[in-house]
């Protein structure tokens, strides 16, 4: 059973950086992608960033295009998403989600994740 386990998260000043970790387990095979999707409260979802299992590649999206980077620990079987110069409008919850097998979309993202986290708050106070 795949399961994604994110801590962290938390409240930072804007201007400020944070680090979010999605420890994956339970993928029998390696052809998958692991990325972030958001949500803040009255807007839609909105998937940020995702990083391929198979070759490394990422996906992100304009709105943290510069300021956030994805990378992984293979050995950990964890993801990172590092976020720089946050924003009050990158307030929302944040979604660990898994894709596998991964069959990216033209713009190199996630088609339709299988497997997700359970969320966790990121909060940016002006």
């Known amino acids: 059973e795949v399961q994604l386990v994110e801590p962290g998260g938390g409240l930072v000043q804007a201007g400020g950086s944070l680090r979010l970790s999605c420890a994956a387990s339970?993928?029998?095979?390696?052809?998958?992608?692991i990325g972030w999707f958001r949500q803040a409260p009255g807007k839609e979802r909105e998937g940020i960033s995702c990083i391929s299992h198979r070759d490394g590649s990422t996906y992100y999206a304009d709105s943290v295009k510069g300021r956030f980077t994805i990378s992984s620990d293979n050995a950990k079987n964890t993801v990172f998403l590092q976020m720089h110069n946050l924003k009050p409008e990158d307030t929302a919850v944040y979604y660990c989600a898994a894709e596998l097998p991964f069959t990216p979309r033209a713009n190199g993202f996630m088609s339709d994740p299988n497997h997700w986290g359970q969320g966790t708050q990121v909060t940016v106070s002006s």
């Open positions: 339970g993928f029998a095979f390696d052809d998958y992608a």
